[in-house]
């Protein structure tokens, strides 16, 4: 189907159309992706939002910044840990601020957003080891952050995608059977930008295959070559450990082929999946709920779908 109107309109209105990152330094870069969260405005309330701070890998230094959503604190809802996405090199829990605000409450769950540190100050690994250290402190701590430590699940926008399927195959290796849910919204798992998707949406949806490769190489370097498997997970062959999973993806996105061949491995190997296929969206309606009436409905959906997973058929279902 064609690009929702909404969406259509929103790139038609950007009045420095469509840029190439490979002309900007990698603090214009910061301030462009920054800019996300105008178009997402002020997000809901949350009863309980508050700074954590998460010991690094082998409990040293630096820490992980961390914030936890608490919709209902005075209870011990499940726990979504979400790594919050930006290429890579752009990693804000303040850009991704307003829609993990929406998946706390929509899922009626505690979200610990997670800013692992970006690329190409801290290139592969140590992003994704922040990833996986911060998921395995939630599963030990999740009782202190309020949250029912047997139903704990991992999420990612974007890059954080990555980073979360990366830490979910690593903790089913180190905590086998502990996650109820991997819950990942347009998540960039490869750096094959030969894809059909790749190809078909290489320019005009938001994501440019070129700014893509851009991101890619200030995270991986000389590594893009021969990228190693944790840090592309489409490519990951061992994924019978993964949890369920939630998928939501958007049809106009380059991302979105790699993502739908790591949802079919996963179903093959026994995991249950569902997978959105974002019929007329773009990469970046997860900031879009106040633009596109169709981007509110696939972030709700997203939501509710990530609720059941983690809360179960015998929890309480997150509301309607």
């Excluded at 462009?32 to 997402?40: H, L, S």
Aim: hydrophobic fraction near 45%; include cysteine; proline fraction near 8%.
């Amino acid at each position: 189907m064609a690009l929702h109107e909404e969406m259509r309109a929103f790139l038609d209105s950007a009045p420095e159309g469509e840029v190439d990152f490979h002309d900007f330094t990698v603090a214009e870069v910061r301030t462009a992706v920054d800019g996300w969260m105008e178009v997402a405005g002020e997000g809901p309330e949350v009863a309980e939002v508050k700074d954590v701070s998460v010991p690094g890998p082998d409990g040293g230094a630096p820490a992980i910044r961390a914030r936890l959503y608490h919709p209902r604190p005075e209870t011990a809802l499940p726990l979504l840990v979400f790594m919050v996405g930006g290429g890579f090199v752009a990693n804000s829990l303040e850009v991704e601020d307003t829609p993990v605000r929406r998946i706390a409450g929509t899922a009626d769950v505690a979200v610990l957003a997670v800013e692992c540190r970006s690329a190409p100050e801290h290139p592969y690994p140590l992003p994704n080891d922040d990833a996986a250290t911060a998921l395995t402190w939630a599963l030990e701590h999740a009782a202190e952050l309020g949250a029912d430590p047997a139903r704990v699940g991992v999420g990612g926008h974007s890059s954080g995608g990555a980073l979360a399927v990366g830490a979910a195959l690593r903790v089913a290796r180190t905590h086998p059977g502990r996650l109820r849910a991997l819950a990942v919204v347009t998540p960039s798992l490869g750096a094959d930008f030969d894809t059909p998707s790749y190809r078909r949406y290489a320019q005009g949806y938001a994501l440019t295959r070129t700014n893509a490769r851009w991101f890619w190489s200030q995270y991986l370097g000389d590594r893009l070559a021969d990228p190693p498997v944790e840090a592309t997970p489409a490519r990951a062959q061992h994924v019978e450990g993964l949890p369920p999973a939630v998928f939501q993806l958007a049809e106009f996105d380059v991302l979105h082929d790699e993502a739908t061949a790591l949802a079919d491995r996963m179903r093959d190997a026994g995991v249950p999946v569902t997978l959105s296929r974002g019929e007329g969206l773009m990469h970046g309606f997860f900031y879009m709920d106040r633009v596109s009436e169709a981007a509110a409905a696939a972030n709700r959906a997203f939501g509710l779908a990530t609720g059941r997973l983690l809360h179960g058929p015998d929890g309480t279902r997150p509301r309607a």
